[in-house]
Structures are given as structure tokens and as C-alpha cells.
């Protein structure tokens, strides 16, 4: 995504993921800056949705970490929210099998990770043995 740099820089906001309470902060964050956005009732199911599976993943298999919410606008105008979630946990051994739905290494029903990419237009993952996962999606209000 290319953005406008006639435009001022979008704001970003960053929360920690430490605790349990941590996951419902997130939730609002996300769902206020998605009404900002300009995104209709389903777009910010979908994006609180994502993060919220997002979120979880970060602190159940990561042992915690980051999301940072940022607005963006496209070359075309187009208005969207960019999630960042970051951990320090042991990564992801098997990609194929985590985006599998039904496949967990906790209690979950893994649909979490998967799920969150059928809800975004972008999806990059980024993860590696003992370097922890970071996630970034995308979504467009417009």
C-alpha cells in the first residue's frame, strides 16, 4: 500500500498485551478507531474481530506483547486501519497447520489465525523458532 505524503501521518497508537483485561482494552481501542475510520457496522466486526483473535493469539501462545493501531489512506483515497501485533514468544514452527482451521496448541478451537486473514484485505505474518510473531493486517473502510 503506497500512501499519500500530501496527506498529515496518520496517527498510531500502541497498547501492551500483559494481562487478561489487556484484551477487552484492545477490543475498544480497535472498535474507536474503526468508527474514526469511517468503516460501517460489518467492516468493524470484521476488524475487531481480527484483532481480537489477534490479540489473544499474543498473549496466550506469545506470553504477551503489542498492538499498535494505525489509520492509513491509500494513493486512491481509500481509508483503512493497519494492526500491528507483536510478540516475544517462541514463534510458529508450522504455518500450514496454524492457518488450519480446528488446528491448536492451546485450548482454543484454532480458528483464530486463519480466521483473522479471511477477515482483512491485507494479511503479513511474520514469525520464526524463538523470535517471536508479528502480524500485520490491513483493512479498508472504503
Not at 496454524?98 to 489465525?113: I, V
Not at 482483512?120 to 473502510?141: I, S
Request: aromatic share 4%; glycine share 14%.
Amino acid at each position: 500500500m503506497l500512501r499519500d505524503q500530501s496527506a498529515p501521518a496518520p496517527a498510531a497508537e500502541t497498547y501492551p498485551i500483559r494481562a487478561e483485561h489487556d484484551l477487552l482494552r484492545t477490543r475498544h481501542a480497535v472498535r474507536a478507531a474503526a468508527v474514526a475510520a469511517g468503516f460501517d457496522l460489518i467492516g468493524q466486526t470484521k476488524i475487531v474481530t481480527a484483532a481480537s483473535e489477534l490479540v489473544r493469539n499474543a498473549y496466550i501462545h506469545g506470553g504477551g506483547g503489542s498492538l499498535v493501531v494505525e489509520q492509513v489512506r491509500s494513493l486512491t483515497g481509500r481509508r483503512g486501519l493497519r494492526l500491528t501485533v507483536r510478540d516475544s514468544g517462541p514463534g510458529i514452527p508450522d504455518l500450514t497447520s496454524a492457518f488450519a482451521d480446528g488446528y491448536s496448541t492451546g485450548p482454543g478451537l484454532g480458528h483464530g489465525l486463519g480466521g483473522a486473514r479471511r477477515l482483512v484485505d491485507e494479511f503479513h505474518l511474520d514469525t520464526g523458532a524463538g523470535a517471536g510473531t508479528t502480524v500485520t493486517v490491513t483493512r479498508w473502510a472504503t
